[in-house]
């Protein structure tokens, strides 16, 4: 099977998703925003073939993979955008305007 790493941070004004996907193409990953819930599905198809004097090898493996993101409520679907060069997947996702920023809590010793 195969489990893509995935990368979650935000920043002043976006919520980043960042998703290595190597060897694969665009062709081969389906992304959807559904519920505040992003979804990142794909199939990975990696052939092996060689030929050599007298003899012939190929290797096959194939996965399918499923991540999901959990999001804000209130995102803007048409303001995400995803762009994939060199096997990583990226996605940008604008925060809702009035979003509740976090709070650092301090941590005391006992």
Known sequence: SFEPSIDVWEDDK???VK???PGMDEKDIELNLTD????IRGEKK??????KDGYFYRESRYGSFSRVVPLPEGIDAQK????????VLTV???KPEGAASGKKIPIKTA
Do not use: Q
């Not at 990696?46 to 030929?51: A, I, R, T």
């Open 14 to 16: 976006n919520i980043n």
């Open 19 to 21: 998703a290595e996907l």
């Open 36 to 39: 505040n819930m992003l979804s």
């Open 46 to 51: 990696d052939e092996k073939e060689d030929k």
């Open 80 to 87: 995400v955008e995803a762009k994939f060069n060199k096997g």
């Open 92 to 94: 940008t996702v604008p």
